[in-house]
């Protein structure tokens, strides 16, 4: 049984409070580094449509992926569900060092769903803490209203990050329910 795994992992949302407060504190403390990962506004960004993926960034994705979703979270799933190369998917990708920094997959609106989706959104270990996880929601849904302007948007939020998601507009339109393991809500935002 293929998993539909729409949902996001580890966000930096906790690690931005705490850097902020950190900073407060002792504003001569460097920031959390695990090596030269610059901050949000240093990230390349790029909108790549699936059938523009090179072999290269799709490895580097899967296994962004797999680290997080299925080692750190402790879920094993089948993360490879045969919609990263349809038409209409499109890859968000934030660079740092050359390394990637944040993801975001986006659906095309299809049947049963006729609005576009955002999901796989992800912030790799080395760069949580930098502040890149409102910009890289607020790249996706950009995408998705360049993209098909005037619809709603929708994502499985784990729910310990609905708060996040609320925040920039995502109402719960679902009850908690369990995928892979782990508590989600179906989340919507209006155009």
Avoid: N
Avoid at 122 to 145: D, Y
Avoid at 175 to 182: F, K, S, T
Wanted: net charge negative.
């Amino acid at each position: 049984m293929t998993s539909r795994r729409v949902c996001e992992g580890p966000v930096d949302d906790v690690g931005e409070a705490l850097e902020d407060l950190l900073r407060a504190t002792w504003p001569d403390r460097k920031s959390r580094d695990t090596g030269d990962m610059s901050r949000a506004e240093d990230v390349l960004w790029s909108e790549i449509e699936a059938g523009q993926l090179d072999t290269r960034t799709l490895y580097d994705v899967l296994a962004l992926r797999s680290e997080v979703f299925v080692v750190e979270q402790a879920c094993a799933y089948q993360d490879i569900d045969g919609l990263d190369l349809v038409d209409g998917t499109v890859h968000l990708i934030g660079r740092a060092s050359g390394s990637i920094a944040a993801y975001a997959r986006i659906l095309a609106p299809e049947d049963p769903r006729p609005t576009p989706r955002i999901g796989r959104v992800v912030v790799a270990q080395p760069s949580r803490g930098r502040r890149l996880s409102r910009p890289l929601v607020r790249r996706a849904l950009a995408c998705c209203a360049g993209r098909w302007p005037g619809q709603a948007v929708e994502l499985g939020a784990q729910q310990h990050l609905t708060g996040l998601y609320a925040s920039m507009g995502f109402e719960a339109v679902s009850q908690p329910y369990d995928e892979d393991g782990i508590p989600h809500v179906w989340m919507r935002r209006s155009s």
